[in-house]
């Protein structure tokens, strides 16, 4: 059974018609990756099904259960994380602060209610996240800031992965990086798999896809036209049905 | 193969997170501008050792600054979260307005009716402070606008229940003990005080989920909606923090001038946010220290009274806090630019705040 399905899903921007019965499922402890042209509907897709945006049509279903994924608290709650395009990451606080933002551990009794903070237990908590990872980090108090953007991916990563426990979004995570840091993210990503969470991301490379992706579902123009084992398939295979030269529902 | 490229990361994240903290502690601009103030007291005491390496100089100095650094440690908080509050200097006259009317009307003597002024004067500050939070949050109003509209609104509200005329009943305990006195040798209660009012400010900013989430706040308020934090209620915390710190310093300065200084506010604000600036906190947001406010604030009053001892005009004070305001920002900017071009991002728009600063100087300095 999937983790996640999501069934007919249409939403609509004024005359715009963004996603027109979309059909999309994420397994457990498998890289889905989600493609399609310029305006398939990606972005909205992973938005509606992580508590951004509402849908106008269709049904989410959550471990064979119907849910309203009305804003993005649902979907924490959930276990589902989403890393998106600009990371959300405060960049004059360090990796620590980043990833409990918004969850930091209060100590026990008066100091807590006056929101002192565990800083010991939010750092091993941080180090083990990393290490986690595939990553031992020892000096975690720079700036993420300071960071380069292959590193800041990693800890925008490593916060969703620490947190999800179900399900990570990741919107082009390798977009703005070059040839080495995508390679580590994509790892991160596998180690995340590993764990046995089901990752979903977009991505704009056919290669990338086909290395990191178990499954690849193809959008177009708001539907699900495809999808495909990653073993089975090509480049040419994957263009193919992105662009419609061939249509085809493998599974 | 993948142990191997992650841990790669991993040592790359290592790698370039240690700068030592030697290096650290040079770069922050607090430490430049404790070297600063040194210098300034080194210059002073060599031009004229005897007026200014005197007790009574060190004194004034720190009794000058007192009721400053107060207003300075809740700008301290706006300014981290990229706002800026220009109301303090009416707030502080609104507070104290409203001390001082309701400890005349309860017979003016004593420490009962003097506590009470205490507590009027602080829930005065926080009602301004209030205001300006739910306006910035809630009507989306930039904080620039809000709090140029509150400081006039503060202070013609003042001006109207008083006639314009300061009121002057002022308990004569709270005079001798706050305003004048000394709670150990040459020591001003009012330096004590406000050093309390630093180290409070100081611990909740630099401790606690609250000074945490300004720091967040200032840093980007869009993840901290994505991750949950209350932005609205903590932002309309700030501002109240700000507004109850005025409302403290209305009321020192209550027992400081023996009376509401009406009209001698008018560019507090400006004052306080140059010190705090020049103290290191970024009017871009997510960065500043409360030791960095309290050094900052310490600089323009010992410029004053070192010109007054050196026999130069101390007209020049406002000259040359304005160099190290603008040097300041200068100095910021450059670091900024560095790490943008470390991290290859855009640099980010100039925030509201910081522009508004320079624009609102002009328009001060022309009254």
């Known amino acids: 059974m999937p983790v996640l399905q999501a ?17 999309f499922d994420v397994e457990a402890g498998e890289v889905t990756a989600l493609i399609g042209d310029n305006g398939a509907g990606k972005s909205t897709l992973i938005k509606i099904l992580s508590g951004t945006e509402q849908h106008e049509g ?76 595939g990553a031992t980090v020892r000096a975690l108090s720079v700036p993420v800031g300071d960071m380069s953007g292959g590193q800041k991916q990693s800890v925008a990563v490593a ?93 | 193969m993948t142990t191997t490229s992650t841990e790669a990361a991993a040592q790359d994240i290592v790698a370039k997170s240690n700068p030592g903290l030697v290096k650290t502690i040079t770069r922050a601009q607090a430490t430049q501008i404790v070297l600063v103030l040194i210098g300034l007291f080194v210059l002073f005491s060599l031009i004229n050792p005897e007026a200014f390496l005197s007790v009574f100089n060190f004194r004034s100095i720190i009794v000058n600054a007192s009721i400053f650094i107060v207003l300075g440690v809740g700008v301290t908080f706006v300014i981290i979260t990229a706002g800026i509050d220009l109301s303090i200097g009416s707030v502080l006259v609104f507070s104290s307005v409203m001390s001082a009317l309701v400890m005349e009307n309860l017979g003016t003597e004593g420490w009962a009716i003097a506590a009470v002024g205490a507590v009027v004067a602080v829930l005065a500050g926080a009602l301004w402070g209030l205001i300006n939070g739910l306006l910035v949050t809630k009507a989306k109003v930039p904080a620039f606008i809000v709090t140029l509209g509150t400081m006039g609104m503060a202070l013609g509200i003042s001006q109207v229940i008083t006639g314009g005329i300061d009121l002057y009943n002022v308990p004569e305990v709270l005079v001798d003990t706050v305003g004048f ?12 005080i406000a050093l309390i009012v630093t180290v409070i400010g100081g611990i909740i900013l630099h401790k606690t989920k609250f000074g945490l989430y300004t720091y967040a706040l200032g840093s980007n308020l869009e993840a901290c909606r994505r991750v949950g934090i209350k932005v609205d209620y903590n932002l309309t915390w700030v501002y ?85 305001l603008i040097g300041a920002v200068y100095v910021d900017g450059v670091r900024r630019a560095r790490a943008t071009r470390r991290s290859g991002k855009k640099p980010k728009r100039m925030a509201i705040g910081g522009l508004k600063v320079g624009s609102t100087e002009k328009e001060g300095n022309s009254e």
């Not at chain 1, 249409?10 to 715009?16: A, E, H, K, P």
């Not at chain 1, 409990?100 to 929101?115: A, D, I, S």
């Open chain 1, 7 to 23: 069934e007919g899903i249409v939403r609509t921007y004024g005359q715009v018609v963004a996603l027109d019965g979309c059909d």
């Open chain 1, 58 to 133: 269709g049904r989410i279903k959550f471990l064979g259960e119907e849910v309203s994924m009305d804003s993005p608290a649902v979907a924490r709650d959930l276990g589902i994380e989403t890393v998106f395009q600009d990371l959300a990451l405060c960049p004059h606080l360090d990796p620590v602060r980043n990833l409990y933002l918004g969850r930091e551990v209060r100590k026990r009794g008066p100091l807590g209610w006056l929101g002192f903070m565990e800083n010991k237990l939010m750092r091993d908590g941080s180090r083990d996240a990393f290490s986690d990872l």
């Open chain 2, 181 to 192: 006195g000394n709670i150990y040798w040459e020591i001003p209660t009012l330096a004590v």
């Open chain 2, 240 to 324: 109240i923090v700000s507004g109850i710190c005025a409302g403290i310093g209305g009321y020192l300065s209550l027992a400081l001038y023996q009376q509401t200084t009406i009209g001698g506010n008018s560019l507090t604000n400006l004052a306080v946010i140059a010190g705090v600036v020049i103290g290191g906190t970024s009017l871009f947001g997510g960065v500043g220290t409360m030791f960095g406010t309290v050094i900052g604030l310490l600089i323009p009053v010992t410029l004053r009274q070192g010109f007054v001892i050196s026999g130069v005009q101390a007209f020049w004070q406002e000259v040359v806090v304005g160099i190290f």
């Open chain 1, 159 to 251: 916060r969703a992965a620490s947190w999800a426990n179900k399900i990570i979004f990741l919107d082009e995570p390798t977009a703005a990086l070059g040839v080495v840091q995508t390679h580590n993210v994509l790892e991160l990503i596998k180690r995340v798999r590993d764990k046995g969470i089901g990752v979903v991301f977009i991505s704009h490379s056919m290669p990338e896809v086909l290395s990191v992706a178990d499954r690849i579902q193809v959008l177009r123009r708001g539907k699900r036209v495809a999808t495909l084992r990653a073993s089975e398939t090509s480049v040419e295979g994957l263009v193919g049905a992105m662009t419609g030269a061939l249509d085809e529902e493998v599974r």
